[in-house]
């Protein structure tokens, strides 16, 4: 399994809403990471999870919550977004635990996220 | 800090030609990865390619071939007999080393602004 799945696929909201973006991976490793992505931008991190623990937070504004229920999950928790936060995001994950030299990332296809 | 440049912003190229698209990077690092990633309408960004800066041999993958210079910071892709579904954006990414990664620490990617390669019929 070499899968790094995100739900939903797109997701339309308004600046009032709450939602949760949602990753999955199984693949053992232990880092895991949100981007954001605008048109035909490169992506920008936004934060980093090693072994559960948040270790990067790009000064992202406090709209945006990540939370690491388990060493497989990562969500990202939205909330009072504005139109300028409609993107990609992306979730990547990396550094399997049995093998930390590893260096790919494995992206997931991303939550096409619409902010009304 | 690290910056990766792509200067091309838009490449085209005929089914089953060849085509290097470009990458430099600044670092003052002397041990590092770098990456070539495609991203296709999917969305889904899928790796290409990946070198690591000790080595001196440029990797290959298929039709897909880095050149690799180390003390020009340079690192560009070529694509053999380009297809259809070559057709993409395509980010250089660089990756420092980090120490025995523990508790707290994980590598980060940094990208290059992409070149959107077209494949023409």
């Known amino acids: 399994d070499t899968e790094v799945t995100q739900t939903p696929k797109h997701l339309v909201m308004g600046m009032t809403n709450k939602k949760s973006l949602k990753c999955e991976q199984h693949?053992?490793?232990?880092?895991m990471y949100w981007y954001k992505q605008k048109a035909k931008k490169p992506p920008e991190l936004m934060f980093v999870?090693?072994?559960?623990?948040?270790?990067i937070n790009e000064s992202v504004p406090s709209r945006f919550s990540p939370e690491c229920p388990n060493s497989s999950l990562l969500n990202l928790h939205l909330h009072a977004l504005q139109p300028e936060d409609s993107a990609l995001y992306l979730c990547?994950?990396?550094?399997?635990?049995?093998?930390?030299?590893?260096?790919?990332?494995?992206f997931g296809q991303g939550t096409r996220l619409t902010v009304v | 800090a690290q910056t990766v440049t792509q200067s091309q912003p838009e490449m085209s190229v005929q089914e089953a030609e060849t085509v290097t698209l470009s990458c430099t990077y600044d670092?003052?690092?002397?041990?590092?990865?770098l990456f070539w990633y495609k991203q296709p309408p999917s969305r889904q960004m899928i790796l290409v390619i990946r070198?690591?800066?000790?080595?001196?041999q440029n990797a290959t993958e298929n039709r897909f071939s880095v050149n690799f210079q180390k003390a020009a910071k340079s690192f560009s892709l070529k694509i053999s007999d380009s297809q259809l579904g070559d057709t993409a954006m395509y980010f250089c990414?660089?990756?420092?080393?980090?120490?025995?990664?523990?508790?707290?620490?994980?590598?980060?990617?940094?990208f290059g602004s992409g070149t959107q390669l077209t494949v023409l019929p």
């Open positions: 999870y090693s072994y559960e623990k948040l270790s």
């Open positions: 990414a660089f990756m420092k080393p980090m120490p025995i990664i523990s508790s707290g620490s994980a590598r980060q990617l940094t």
């Open positions: 990547a994950s990396s550094q399997k635990w049995d093998n930390l030299m590893n260096t790919e990332a494995f």
């Open positions: 070198q690591e800066a000790y080595k001196q």
């Open positions: 693949m053992g490793h232990r880092a």
């Open positions: 670092t003052s690092e002397s041990n590092y990865y």
